[in-house]
Nanobody
Framework: QVQLVESGGGWVQAGGSLRLSCAAS????????MGWYRQTPGKQRESVAT???????SYAASVKGRFTISRDNAKNTVDLQMNSLKLEDTAVYYC?????????WGQGTQVTVSS
């Protein structure tokens, strides 16, 4: 019933920008936490940026100052603005929603940063 639909991934040159969007549906109340995670082959999936329902945000050190997470509570969406992209940002990015001891994941969207 709960679905997360991601969009915005793609191929971009280093130094460029992308904006990822995630639309959550099937929730009867505001999700407690929404965020973005990423994973590359051979590495553990890591948190990139999260946002609590109250607006508190958290960022991985590697993206702080370059990425910005934002929520639209009316639309139940969470976006990730990615600026000054680096080669090491290449990964599959996943939207995640945490709500009352449950977690849901999007299907993932590929972000490829080229030199």
């Amino acid at each position: 019933q709960v679905q997360l639909v991601e969009s915005g991934g793609g191929w971009v040159q280093a130094g460029g920008s992308l904006r990822l969007s995630c639309a959550a549906s099937g929730f009867t109340s505001r999700p407690q936490r929404m965020g973005w995670y990423r994973q590359t082959p051979g590495k553990q999936r890591e948190s990139v940026a999260t946002s609590d329902s109250g607006g508190s945000t958290s960022y991985a050190a590697s993206v702080k100052g370059r990425f910005t997470i934002s929520r639209d509570n009316a639309k139940n969406t969470v976006d990730l603005q990615m600026n000054s992209l680096k080669l090491e940002d290449t990964a599959v990015y996943y939207c995640r929603v945490d709500h009352y001891y449950n977690a849901w994941w999007g299907q993932g969207t590929q972000v490829t940063v080229s030199s």
